[in-house]
């Protein structure tokens, strides 16, 4: 007898937990959605008044998927056309939302 083993239907093979995920999230993916003129003017407004360590929430697109994040807003740089927060910075064209938290 080999002993009491216990019964995983779902984790039978080595991987298998990595695969589902990877699929997962693309099943997530989409298209990269277009922001109107309104919501360009507000993202401008929004960057004009915002000052080294304001606290925002970024709402931005990255790989397929939309994300939302709070940070602390540090600089945008227009040669790069970067912005710059505390953990990370993104390009201003995957920039869907700004504002001041």
């Known amino acids: 007898m080999r002993g009491m083993m216990k019964w995983l ?3 039978s093979l080595k991987g ?3 695969m589902i995920e990877r699929v997962k999230r693309m ?3 989409r298209e990269r959605p277009e922001l109107s003129e309104d919501g ?3 993202i401008d407004r929004t960057l004009s008044r915002l ?6 929430r970024v709402t931005f697109f990255y790989d397929g998927e939309i ?3 709070e940070d602390v807003f540090l600089f ?3 040669q790069e056309r970067r912005i ?3 953990g990370f910075s993104l390009t201003l064209g995957n920039l869907l939302g700004l504002e001041k938290a």
């Open 84 to 86: 710059y927060f505390l």
């Open 40 to 42: 360009e003017e507000a």
């Open 67 to 69: 994300f939302d994040r």
């Open 9 to 11: 239907p779902f984790k």
């Open 76 to 78: 945008v740089n227009p």
């Open 51 to 56: 000052r080294k360590g304001d606290r925002t």
């Open 27 to 29: 099943k997530r993916k």
């Open 16 to 18: 298998q937990d990595d």
